[in-house]
């Protein structure tokens, strides 16, 4: 009877243990869909970037082919 509070205290307790480590592993997992919510939109923005270029460089590729088939026509 006497170990009754020692047991209350000692389960008490590694319930707060296990309390804090699931309150940091629900931390590190936010902190990690941040990171890849900013990765994904870096990647994104990469991806917006490299397919503005590629219309451009096209857009002067065919301007350059009308030229020559102008000047070939000519």
Do not use: D
């Amino acid at each position: 009877m006497k170990n009754i509070p020692l047991i209350i205290i000692v389960v008490l307790s590694a319930a707060l243990i296990l309390l804090g480590i699931y309150a940091k592993m629900q931390a590190s997992k936010a902190e990690l869909n941040s990171l890849m919510a900013n990765k994904y939109q870096e990647m994104m923005l990469q991806e917006k970037e490299v397919n503005e270029q590629l219309t451009v460089e096209l857009l002067e590729c065919r301007e350059g082919n009308s030229e020559e088939n102008v000047s070939s026509k000519e």
